[in-house]
């Protein structure tokens, strides 16, 4: 992960990263600020620190509760997010242990780079963070253990990775559709069932382009399908998924090809009934060697997090922690 990587906003929860910014925690935070609610080898971790850290990264819905209701979140959220803050301690010391720096030098180059790839200027990039509850040292010195623990997940995790033919092989099995070669489509429907009686066909025609209308017109084309849609995709929306080019029934390939992404189809019948369709998405056909490519750098990050999480195990186990909360 690369510098660039690093998310501005100051939610630097990556690899369970926590806040140290003097936030205002609620009132009861204030109370027990000094509470020792776990302990990492030689470290400890303060409810003060939890709590800052579900501050920073509490969403902005959560941060407009009322104190109380907030507080009864948190509490209910506690020890999940202590086993983030675990894991990050547990990683930044294996980091240190491991003799793993990160100089000056980065430090800065990651802060210009996050300055330039966000067009701001020292003044902009220093308002931002006081916005955050951070100073510019605070900062640099959680953006610094953020390199740290960069350096060694790939030292010890990703470096370490090779991703076979074999397993580029199993993926796709398992994942037909990242598979496909062909091209195709993703497409929502409203279908009318065929009537049985051949004299009700005109009204279910009129029926099917009220129904059209009323979509052209602008109303929301899932609700209107799980209100009359006839088939088992209704309650979805009508969602029919992606189908490939060449598994298009030939009424339907007649119609796609005339339409543009986001577009709503007339009526129109096949055998089984009327469909009006809405193309979702036009996906193009691909070579064998961008699908081999995709498949490798999704198996490679999932073969990651399997390392990853063994990994984060493998600290726990050999670490002494006692959890106090």
């Known amino acids: 992960m690369g510098p660039e990587e690093i998310m501005f906003k100051i939610k630097i929860i990556v690899l369970g990263i926590l806040a140290v910014t003097a936030v205002c925690v609620v009132s009861e935070a204030a109370v027990l600020f000094d509470r020792v609610v776990a302990v990492v080898n030689q470290e400890v971790i303060t409810w003060s620190e939890l709590y800052k850290n579900m501050e920073a ?33 547990l990683q930044l010391q294996e980091a240190r242990n491991t003799g793993v720096q990160a100089g000056e030098d980065e430090v800065k180059e990651a802060v210009e780079s996050i300055k330039k790839k966000y067009a701001m200027s020292d003044k902009d990039f220093s308002e931002s963070l006081k916005k ?12 610094k253990e953020q390199i740290l623990i960069s ?8 470096n370490k990775i090779l991703v076979t033919d ?19 489509y993703r497409i929502s429907q409203i279908f009318f069932k065929k009537p049985k009686n051949p004299e009700e066909r005109k009204a279910l025609e009129v029926k099917a382009e009220s129904v059209a209308a009323r979509v052209k ?5 899932q609700s209107l399908a799980k209100q009359y849609s006839e088939e088992p995709m209704a309650s979805k929306g009508g969602d029919l998924g992606f189908i490939k080019k060449e598994h298009l029934m030939k009424e339907f390939a007649a119609v796609i090809t005339t339409m543009s992404t986001g577009d709503v189809s007339a009526p129109f019948w096949t055998e089984r009934g009327l469909h009006i369709i809405r193309l979702d998405e036009n996906i193009a056909a ?40």
């Open 132 to 143: 955050e509850g951070f100073t510019l040292e605070e900062y640099r010195m959680k953006l």
């Open 57 to 89: 990264d509490a969403s902005p819905q959560l941060k407009e509760m009322k104190e109380q209701e907030r507080l009864k979140v948190f509490r209910s959220n506690e020890p999940q997010f202590l086993e983030s803050l675990i894991n990050y301690r």
């Open 286 to 325: 691909r070579d064998a060697g961008e699908i081999t490519s995709e498949a490798r750098k999704e198996a490679g990050n999932r073969l990651f997090m399997d390392k990853y999480n063994a990994w984060i195990k493998s600290l726990r186990e050999k670490a002494f922690i006692e959890i106090k909360l």
């Open 151 to 158: 350096k060694i997940v790939n030292q010890q995790v990703r």
């Open 166 to 184: 074999a397993e580029v092989k199993k993926f796709l099995e398992q994942n037909r559709d990242s598979g496909n070669a062909s091209g195709g």
């Open 217 to 221: 017109g602008g109303e929301d084309f």
